[in-house]
């Protein structure tokens, strides 16, 4: 089966660096996602991970080891707005469903002034 | 350009009733995914469809049921709802079928039943 955890909670903040983690089991391994998730919207897109190694989007960061079966989010300079869920999901790995993302229960992200 | 839309945004039932939910993908993806999300949780695989046809099924009961139309927009229907179906059904869109492309959700729609 599948599994991925991510931390339910964390505060920083604002101005702030925090780095939210992702672990996941999979039987392989098809790509990984990051979304935010504001209170009753809908999950926004971040990034999206393949290989191993960093990839940097403005204040946001993502990394993927693959032998690890671990990910990052890296969000730096922390803003009041940044205060949300994310949401580590990644693609089935069997090749005729890849399309079906599994997704982590979500990391509460909460910035204090 | 438009996202993704959903239609309606909440939406109030009692038990043994039946909802259809409906979503249009953004402009040129054909691919449209269901996902429910309950509070406090991820969201989970309920379909995937493309090109009309059922590409995709996760571990929902038969009270759940979806279709795609020619203009790629999708409605998914579930009967005989039952208190745990409350939560918020998440319609996403991507290009294709060949599972590399991103998933974009639109704004959901939120069902409580009673």
């Known amino acids: 089966g599948q599994n991925i955890d991510q931390p339910t909670e964390m505060t920083a903040t604002e101005g702030a660096i925090v780095q939210i983690n992702c672990t996941y089991q999979?039987?392989?391994?098809?790509?990984l996602f990051w979304y935010q998730q504001h209170a009753g919207e809908a999950p926004t897109f971040l990034s999206y991970?393949?290989?191993?190694g960093l990839e940097e989007k403005g204040r946001f960061s993502s990394f993927l080891s693959r032998s690890k079966g671990y990910s990052y989010l890296l969000l730096k300079e922390l803003q009041m707005k940044d205060s949300a869920s994310y949401l580590c999901?990644?693609?089935?790995?069997?090749?005729?469903?890849?399309?079906?993302?599994?997704f982590g229960s979500g990391t509460r992200l909460l910035v204090r002034p | 350009d438009a996202g993704v839309t959903q239609s309606p945004t909440h939406l109030i039932k009692t038990r043994g009733q039946q909802v259809t939910l409906r979503c249009s993908p953004i402009?040129?993806?054909?691919?449209v995914s269901w996902y429910q999300q309950v509070l406090g949780q991820g969201p989970q695989f309920i379909f995937q469809?493309?090109?009309?046809?059922?590409?995709g099924r996760g571990n929902f009961p038969d009270r759940f049921s979806a279709r795609q139309f020619p203009n790629y927009s999708s409605e998914l229907n579930v009967n005989a709802l039952l208190l745990g179906d409350s939560a918020l059904y998440l319609c996403a869109s991507s290009l294709g079928n060949w599972g590399l492309e991103t998933q974009y959700f639109g704004p959901g729609t939120r069902l409580l039943v009673l």
């Open positions: 469809y493309y090109e009309k046809e059922e590409r």
């Open positions: 999901a990644v693609r089935d790995p069997r090749m005729d469903s890849s399309y079906k993302l599994i």
């Open positions: 402009s040129g993806h054909k691919s």
């Open positions: 991970n393949v290989l191993d």
């Open positions: 999979t039987s392989g391994f098809n790509g």
